[in-house]
T-cell receptor, first 113, second 114 residues
Framework: AQTVTQSQPEMSVQEAETVTLSCTYD???????LFWYKQPPSRQMILVIR??????QNATENRFSVNFQKAAKSFSLKISDSQLGDTAMYFC??????????FGPGTRLSVLP | AAGVIQSPRHLIKEKRETATLKCYPI?????VYWYQQGPGQDPQFLIS???????DKGSIPDRFSAQQFSDYHSELNMSSLELGDSALYFC?????????????FGPGTRLTVL
């Protein structure tokens, strides 16, 4: 069975500072995708960043970057220059092609002014 | 603990046919969300319902409609199916005002349009 763990239920960060959200997962599969999704109060799931498991290079997307450690099954998200609009629930998710998502329980991030 | 139930788990249809997907939320959850995920694509939010009323709308085609019933289960109706509708459709449920409206996702319905 595949599992995704996010050990930080809540986090806060001051505006303009950097924060790292942790995610670990467990799977016996070799080909999969990892995602970080943001869920703002609108409740829509917004893709933040994705990582293909076969790629060794860590994905980056503007202020967002990941530290993907495949052997350790770790996939942390770093948010630089935090903005008030980053306040949201963040879900780490694991997916195999054509199969259902396995999401972590989420981390609620609050960016403080 | 009871989870979100979706039925059917797999569905194969021909082009121009109709399909109905069902979602049964976690007991006492009052909000249901539908997402569509194409092969290798990001899940796209389609629509959500809170207390049987549409609460938010995303990229749902006009050919699709959905509703939430008095027992809070939801159905996604898809007409004039196209090949591009082949995707994984999953729903999620949450309870308003509890645990930050954390969404619990169902296992998904895999729709294949031939």
């Amino acid at each position: 069975a595949q599992t995704v763990t996010q050990s930080q239920p809540e986090m806060s960060v001051q505006e303009a500072e950097t924060v790292t959200l942790s995610c670990t997962y467990d799977t016996s599969e070799n080909n999969y995708y990892l995602f970080w999704y943001k869920q703002p109060p609108s409740r829509q799931m917004i893709l933040v960043i994705r990582q293909e498991a076969y790629k060794q290079q860590n994905a980056t997307e503007n202020r967002f970057s990941v530290n993907f450690q495949k052997a350790a099954k770790s996939f942390s998200l770093k948010i630089s220059d935090s903005q008030l609009g980053d306040t949201a629930m963040y879900f780490c998710a694991l997916i195999f092609y054509g199969q259902n998502f396995v999401f972590g329980p989420g981390t609620r991030l609050s960016v403080l002014p | 603990a009871a989870g979100v139930i979706q039925s059917p788990r797999h569905l194969i249809k021909e082009k121009r046919e109709t399909a109905t997907l069902k979602c049964y939320p976690i007991p006492r959850h009052d909000t249901v969300y539908w997402y569509q995920q194409g092969p290798g694509q990001d899940p796209q939010f389609l629509i959500s319902f809170y207390e049987k009323m549409q609460s938010d709308k995303g990229s749902i085609p006009d050919r699709f409609s959905a509703q939430q019933f008095s027992d809070y289960h939801s159905e996604l109706n898809m007409s004039s199916l196209e090949l591009g509708d082949s995707a994984l459709y999953f729903c999620a449920s949450s309870l308003e005002g509890v645990a930050g409206n954390e969404q619990f996702f169902g296992p998904g319905t895999r729709l294949t349009v031939l």
